[in-house]
């Protein structure tokens, strides 16, 4: 796992860049579904579906992508705040919520990604609520 935590964030990454914001450091999802298989800690759990989430977002070409996404950050919140990736799977749930939102049919019947505002407040009003000011970066 070690190798994987290093694979996601390399030493040339700058200290304010997100996993997946450079072009060449995604990590496939078989592997990140194997870290998750050999995974023995909690912290180790979170942090592969941290990296899964993001990655089946990144990747995502239709709602079942997305619900494998809204389940891994589930997963992490409901380990509780006291996790250190808690506040990022918060944070990363919300912004793509009210940002790319959920799969609907439209009209004739064809897929289309709608923002779901309210469902992304709901999450940054909990990040917000839950963790003080400089707990989270």
Known sequence: LGMLWHMARPAWFD?????GSY?????????LEDALEVAQS???????QFLLATTLLQESSGPWWDERARSAFEAILERGSSGAWYDDALFHQA???ARTGTWSRDR???????????EGLVLYRRLRSELARGESR
Do not use: C, F, K, M
Request: charged share 30%; net charge negative.
């Open 95 to 97: 912004r793509w919520l």
């Open 15 to 19: 200290a304010q860049a997100e996993y």
């Open 108 to 118: 004739q019947g064809g897929l289309v990604r709608r923002p779901a505002v309210e």
């Open 42 to 48: 909690d912290e180790d759990r979170s942090h592969a």
């Open 23 to 31: 072009y060449g450091n995604w990590i496939g999802i078989d592997t």
